[in-house]
């Protein structure tokens, strides 16, 4: 269906008090009518933008009623009464599947489970059909990506998570679940839902075995992620595996994120671009750690050996200050760098000397006190050229010295500031380069982490 412009009128209270046909049919279908408050959502909440702001807004709209899925343009113009709607390039696309029953319905969905969740994706509701496989356990306030191991489609998207960041439908989303009769392949469909207000509540939808096999489920040691196939972790295709899968949907939720935190496409209520930062945080976090597993399958593979570069330790630290300057001044600490004449020749890989110095130079910066001063001192110790990082955080004691080199360990922390593995990959690099990495420090003095290399004359 396409019409030219769709019109329709809001007043003050937030009520559609007139509308062309398309319009007030959707309204309809949503359960209201003429003088009732606007039963779409999505809706709702540009004309209440529009309002807030005081001018004209245009975006776009994705709404849908058991019929059709609905995609549109509308712009919205608020004056004192109200806002007036011009909803242009209306175009309606079929459902392909039928509307999911509530859970509390009698109808159910053949081969598979009924499911709904919370808008944190708990679930709170899980139930089988009569010739599907029983439902897990303790499947009560598990999350959603916890009852179901998601699987990216080709593309290497999530549909959950990119209906979850649109509050919309969502189908083909593939996952894997271990049922008390096997680990099953299904995949999972799903409605947003909704509250009086237009409220985002969560999720209701269907679980259904792959290829409506409900009989016989897969056994676990017959599914193979297509991502990763049955690679072992020391194959060299498993960090390029990691890369491909994971590097790709991050980045896009990390882009998405920022795009909506920095408000470059409208302005959007400060809780809710905090919460989008809050996002794009966690998923540069959920990258680093990509980035660190991938590097310790590298440095971990038999063999694995640095190129041998003729490299100055001085300039290499200049370089980790210039790139890390701006989160320092961000609290105030000043990093006392080495002179421009103060050179270290040695011999190892520039790229693997740098990524140390970056990491100890980022958890200096992390874990210094505000307004506190961090210093690197180039330095030459018989055959050993040597960089050492030191500054004014809390120290470490000599039992946290003996493991803070170790996989995973980040010494009690549970913030989210790293793995826990960029000081053990520090170490591997550092010794693959014939070199080390030590740490000196006491409790209340901070920490010194020294990197030592074979000198170059």
């Known amino acids: 269906m396409s019409e030219r412009i769709i019109r329709g009128r809001i007043d003050r209270s937030g009520a559609l008090v007139s509308a062309d046909a398309p319009l007030l049919r959707l309204q309809q279908r949503a359960g209201a009518g003429l003088g ?43 004056d004192a009464d109200g806002a007036s709607l011009e909803i242009s390039d209306w175009r309606t696309r079929p459902v392909a599947h039928p509307q999911i029953p509530a859970i509390g319905d009698n109808v159910v969905v053949p081969h598979g489970w009924t499911w709904e969740c919370d808008q944190q994706l708990r679930v709170v509701a899980l139930r089988a059909a009569p010739d599907a496989p029983p439902v897990p356990a303790n499947w009560e306030g598990r999350s959603l990506s916890e009852l179901f191991e998601l699987q990216p489609d080709g593309d290497g998207r999530f549909p959950v998570l990119r209906a979850l960041a649109r509050q919309s439908r969502f189908d083909g989303q593939h996952v894997q679940a271990d049922a008390p009769a096997g680990r099953l392949a299904m995949t999972l469909s799903g409605d947003a839902l909704f509250d009086a207000v237009g409220g985002f509540t969560g999720f209701r939808g269907s679980a ?82 990509v980035d660190d597993l991938a590097d310790l399958q590298n440095i971990e593979r038999p063999g694995f050996k640095a190129a041998a570069d003729e ?46 110095l970056l990491n100890l130079l980022g958890n200096a910066i992390r874990y210094s006190p505000d307004n506190s001063l961090i210093w690197i001192r180039v330095n030459r110790e018989g055959d050993r050229a040597t960089v050492t990082v030191a500054d004014q955080g809390q120290g ?28 053990y990959i520090a170490r591997r690099l550092a010794r693959a380069m014939d070199g080390d990495l030590t740490v000196d420090s006491a409790p209340g003095q901070g920490a010194r982490f020294t990197l030592s290399l074979p000198a170059r004359d």
């Open 311 to 356: 490299i100055d330790l001085g300039d290499l630290a200049r370089r980790a200050v210039g790139l890390l300057g701006m989160k320092a001044e961000e609290k105030g600490i000043r990093i006392d760098a080495p002179r421009t004449d103060d050179k270290a020749p040695a011999t190892g890989e520039f790229r693997r000397v740098l990524q140390v």
């Open 208 to 289: 259904v075995v792959a290829d409506d096999v409900a009989a016989d489920p897969v056994p676990a040691a017959m599914l193979v992620d297509p991502a990763f196939g049955s690679l072992p972790l020391s194959d060299p295709q498993f960090g390029r595996r990691i890369d491909g899968a994971l590097r790709g949907p991050l980045s896009r939720i990390i882009a998405t994120a920022e795009t909506i935190s920095g408000q470059f496409d409208g302005p959007i209520r400060a809780d809710y671009a905090r919460y989008a930062g809050d996002i794009a945080h966690a998923g540069r976090h959920l990258l680093g750690l």
């Open 36 to 78: 009732k408050p606007l039963a779409l959502p999505h809706l709702a909440r540009l004309v209440a933008l529009a309002q807030r702001l005081h001018r004209d807004i245009s975006r776009p709209l994705h709404t849908a009623d058991d019929h059709s899925d609905i995609h549109a343009l509308v712009r919205i113009i608020p």
């Open 396 to 423: 470490i004691d000599a039992d946290q010295q003996a493991v803070v080199f170790e996989k995973f360990e980040r010494l009690g922390r549970t913030d989210s500031g790293g793995s826990g593995l960029g000081l």
